[in-house]
């Protein structure tokens, strides 16, 4: 499975970005996140979306401000990202994560599979 991820850049605090991640293949369960990475930290959950029934779940300090979405026809999700801030400032990764059943989200990167290139997020202030 190859992630396409784009719609990285810069922009100042309170301005918007989208993300978006197009995956090459799908399976009949299964998980799109968002993960973001700073220098000398780990990489650190964002958001993820259920491809099947569209549930979500949020990393405390983005909800209300970010928003994921996801196009079956275009096999693509999206990460729609308000009132930035820079803490908001890393590099942004889309990782897939393939299940045999239905399985709630869990935000631990050692639970996706498939992970794209990252993207650059530069917010200043």
């Known amino acids: 499975v190859q992630l396409q991820a784009s719609g990285g850049g810069s922009v100042q605090a309170g301005g918007s970005l989208r993300l978006s991640c197009a995956a090459s293949?799908?399976?009949?369960?299964?998980?799109m996140g968002w993960f973001r990475q700073t220098p000398g930290k780990e990489r650190e959950f964002v958001g993820a979306?259920?491809?099947?029934?569209?549930?979500?779940d949020y990393e405390d300090s983005v909800r209300g401000r970010f928003t994921i979405s996801r196009d079956a026809a275009k096999n693509t999700v999206y990460l729609q990202m308000n009132s930035l801030k820079p803490a908001d400032t890393a590099v942004y990764y889309c990782?897939?994560?393939?299940?045999?059943?239905?399985?709630?989200?869990?935000?631990?990167?050692?639970?996706?599979?498939?992970w794209g290139r990252g993207t650059q997020v530069t917010v200043s202030s």
């Open positions: 293949a799908t399976f009949s369960q299964y998980h």
């Open positions: 979306i259920t491809w099947r029934d569209g549930k979500t």
């Open positions: 990782a897939v994560r393939a299940l045999s059943r239905r399985t709630p989200i869990q935000r631990a990167p050692s639970n996706f599979d498939y």
